[in-house]
């Protein structure tokens, strides 16, 4: 598969990437300004900001996409195990 019938591929699970991408970065934006946002440790930041991009795709493409789902948890959980292993985050 070329690049190009990836990208047409994506588009009917991720929407279309224009879209896809600007709310991603309305949600990332939003999140920066807020107080809370320096009090994070580039893990924590990294991770919500895949978390949004997974959110963007759910709301503009196909919310029936198990990955979408499952690439949110595993982003949340890679933070939950460092926080449970003791990681001074």
């Given at each position: 598969?070329?690049?190009?019938?990836?990208?047409?591929?994506r588009?009917?699970?991720?929407?279309?990437?224009?879209?896809?991408a600007?709310?991603?970065?309305?949600?990332?934006?939003?999140?920066?300004?807020?107080?809370?946002?320096?009090?994070?440790?580039?893990?924590?930041?990294?991770?919500?900001?895949?978390?949004?991009?997974?959110?963007?795709?759910?709301?503009?493409?196909?919310?029936?996409?198990?990955?979408?789902w499952t690439?949110m948890a595993?982003?949340?959980t890679?933070?939950?195990?460092?926080?449970?292993?003791?990681?001074?985050?």
């Open positions: 598969m070329n690049a190009q019938q990836t990208i047409e591929d588009e009917s699970s991720h929407g279309d990437y224009k879209v896809q600007g709310f991603s970065q309305q949600l990332k934006n939003m999140a920066r300004k807020h107080p809370g946002w320096v009090s994070l440790t580039d893990e924590q930041r990294e991770s919500l900001d895949m978390i949004f991009v997974k959110i963007s795709r759910v709301l503009t493409g196909s919310p029936n996409v198990a990955d979408h690439d595993g982003y949340a890679l933070i939950s195990n460092l926080i449970t292993k003791g990681h001074h985050l």
